[in-house]
């Protein structure tokens, strides 16, 4: 029962534009819900989270959207670089620092 | 601040050996670390939890006498993976709740286990 997902597994954006990362959940328990960037071989790197009781957090480049109704969360990097090119997962969590439970990630590839 | 560091970075090992992976909390003190693995183009999928002093809590379906798991400071957890076999191959991370303005949780930079 996989209670997150990421359903694109591959976006491709040119240098400059907007990215929009997508994910959707099914556990109404969960509460807390982060975004990470990770590198083949290597841990994730913490982007941005965000809270049920809010529904938007931005910094710098990253804004995260949180649709409570819909179970869905969205990532946006603006403008996007070349440097973004990674995969990102969106994981979720239903206590504060309780255990994440991740998407299956999305290979986000920027292109000059 | 907030770093993890896990070590080895790769490690390959004889099938029947055991392996010890630690990861340390360098500038804060984790009472909790989480263990994650990860195979290949697939989710990071948690293993167990961690917690300083008592035993750690096993997701279902991971054996706990396979991979023994010890928090025995505020610094410093290890995953011991015993018998290693082939099927045991995978990238192993560790995670501990993130000091900063914003919630979430640092990761160590992983271990890629490769049992031949």
């Known amino acids: 029962d996989q209670q997150v997902k990421q359903n694109s597994p591959s976006l491709s954006v040119q240098e400059g534009r907007i990215s929009i990362l997508n994910c959707d959940y099914t556990?109404?328990?969960?509460?807390?819900f982060l975004w990470y960037k990770k590198y083949p071989a290597e841990g994730p790197t913490f982007l941005i989270s965000?809270?049920?009781?809010?529904d938007k957090n931005e910094d710098g480049r990253f804004t995260v959207f949180l649709n409570k109704s819909a179970k869905h969360l969205s990532l946006h990097i603006v403008p996007s670089q070349p440097g973004d090119s990674a995969v990102y997962f969106c994981?979720?969590?239903?206590?504060?620092?309780?255990?994440?439970?991740f998407g299956q990630g999305t290979i986000l590839t920027v292109h000059p | 601040g907030a770093v993890v560091s896990q070590h080895p970075s790769w490690v390959i090992c004889k099938s029947g050996t055991s392996v010890k992976i630690e990861c340390r909390s360098l500038d804060f003190q984790a009472t909790t670390m989480f263990w994650y693995r990860q195979f290949p183009k697939q989710s990071l999928m948690l293993m167990a939890t961690s917690n300083e002093g008592s035993k750690a809590t096993y997701e279902q379906g991971v054996e706990k006498d396979k991979f023994l798991i010890n928090h025995a400071s505020l610094t410093l957890s290890t995953l011991t993976v015993t018998s290693a076999h082939p099927e045991d191959s995978s990238f192993y991370i560790c995670?501990?709740?993130?000091?900063?303005?914003?919630?979430?949780?640092?990761f160590g930079s992983g271990t890629r286990l490769t049992v031949v």
């Open positions: 556990n109404s328990m969960f509460d807390y």
């Open positions: 965000i809270s049920s009781i809010k």
């Open positions: 994981a979720a969590s239903g206590t504060s620092y309780g255990k994440l439970t």
């Open positions: 995670s501990a709740p993130r000091q900063g303005r914003n919630y979430g949780y640092t």
